[in-house]
């Protein structure tokens, strides 16, 4: 049984940094392509970052530059640096494979960028 535990979230201000992680069991990272995907209140839930079974990864435009997707295969874990956060990265992040598993999504973890 697959599941996929995201944690990291919080409260930060404009500028701020969090870093969120993934953890999984039941699925082998270097099997799959992960991505992290966002919700936001009001919207459609989006890919925000992706990173191939071959280590290359791809970003929504918005946070192209401010955000960092990683994986340590060892520990089965996947990770999403975000620098330079702007009100508009409010949202519920979550870890997926990519394209995503209906059956695998988590609770995710709450991002709140504000003053």
């Known amino acids: 049984q697959v599941q996929l535990v995201e944690s990291g979230g919080g409260l930060v201000q404009p500028g701020g940094s969090l870093r969120l992680s993934c953890a999984a069991s039941g699925i082998i990272f270097s099997t799959y392509a992960m991505g992290w995907y966002r919700q936001a209140p009001g919207k459609q839930r989006e890919l925000v970052a992706v990173i191939t079974t071959s280590s290359d990864t791809n970003y929504l435009d918005s946070v192209k530059g401010r955000f960092t997707i990683s994986e340590d295969n060892a520990k089965n874990t996947v990770y999403l640096q975000m620098n330079s956060l702007k009100p508009e990265d409010t949202a519920v992040y979550y870890c997926?494979?990519?394209?995503?598993?209906?059956?695998?999504w988590g609770q995710g973890t709450q991002v709140t960028v504000s003053s």
């Open positions: 997926n494979i990519v394209p995503p598993g209906r059956a695998y």
